[in-house]
């Protein structure tokens, strides 16, 4: 038994040199890719190192079939979970100065699932997938799964689905996809609504760090319309009550979403954990809970 623990230990020591080793590697190879874009020499370099770190990862695939997957990000027994706190029911600063909300209240509870502490970094949304695997291991923002993002993280099961609503001062005759065109639109940065109000025809976007900003500005005037997710709207419509109003987003074209948590590219077992902690945090009934609590008392 002894031996075998031994074994077993080295085996696990040896998997996180790789895995150490291997996601350096990336950093670097990241910086320099950015730094050099030009110089042919340093990019087939680059290339190499990524062969060595693929290699890397292969080993580790194959170590980890015999034996219980390990996730490198689970492994100090701590989740670093980044989230933009300024998306109301899904992430807020409480009155104690504390991220809280729906997300994180479903991080928090995934984490005692997977016996791990989960501390949260409260960033800007855009900033928040490019530091998934440097300053955060993982995202919960009310973040849409969508394809151009799938390329730099991997999605968990979607958890919630949502639509961009469009909110509007409470006196504005905009109702149709056709007379958002030659608008100025208030957005979040970085966000699907930012995009989609990108490709609107004629459209002046106006692009801010919190949502807040953006719907402060419609009242004031600044912009004509704010395109958001349905909840968050729907709180601004409360809050700013008689100023203005949220409207659905299928009346203006726009497609259904969803939301999952954003992980590193190709960490398969913590895509695995967190996805059975979610199932299990559905079926016992925690879930619902939670809408109940964040989401319908609105
Ligand atoms: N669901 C939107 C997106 O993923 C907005 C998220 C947010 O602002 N927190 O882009």
Do not use: H, W
């Not at 300053?135 to 394809?147: E, F, L, P, Q, S």
Request: proline fraction near 2%; glycine fraction near 6%.
């Amino acid at each position: 038994m002894k031996k075998l623990l031994a074994s077993l230990l080295v085996a696990v020591m040896t998997m996180s040199m790789l895995t150490a080793c291997g996601s350096s590697d990336v950093a670097e190879t990241t910086e320099t890719t950015e730094a050099t874009e030009v110089e042919a020499t340093e990019t087939e370099t680059t290339e190499a190192e990524v062969a060595e770190t693929e290699d890397a990862e292969a080993t580790e695939a194959e170590t980890t079939e015999t034996e219980a997957a390990v996730s490198e990000a689970l492994a100090d027994g701590v989740l670093t979970v980044g989230t933009n706190a300024e998306f109301p029911p899904f992430e807020y600063v409480n009155d104690n100065g504390e991220p809280d909300g729906f997300d994180i209240a479903l991080i928090k509870a995934i984490g005692e699932k997977l016996g791990v502490e989960v501390e949260v970094e409260n960033m800007e949304f855009a900033s928040l997938i490019s530091s998934i695997g440097s300053k955060i291991d993982v995202a919960i923002a009310g973040m849409t799964v969508t394809d151009e993002r799938k390329e730099s993280v991997d999605f968990s099961d979607s958890y919630y689905d949502a639509v961009q609503y469009v909110v509007l001062p409470a006196d504005s005759e905009i109702a149709t996809a056709a007379d958002l065109e030659n608008k100025a639109i208030g957005v979040q940065l970085g966000t699907t609504g930012d995009f989609i109000a990108s490709d609107i025809a004629g459209a002046t976007v106006s692009q801010y760090n919190k949502a807040v900003d953006a719907v402060n500005d419609l009242i004031n005037g600044r912009v004509e319309c704010v395109i958001i997710d349905k909840n968050p709207a729907l709180v601004f419509e409360g809050k700013f009550e008689g100023q203005v109003v949220a409207v659905d987003g299928a009346q203006f074209g726009f497609e259904p979403e969803q939301y999952a948590i954003a992980m590193p590219k190709g960490d398969a077992a913590l895509v695995e954990q967190v996805n059975a902690a979610l199932a299990e945090i559905k079926a016992d009934g925690t879930f619902d809970e939670l809408v109940k609590t964040y989401i319908e008392a609105e």
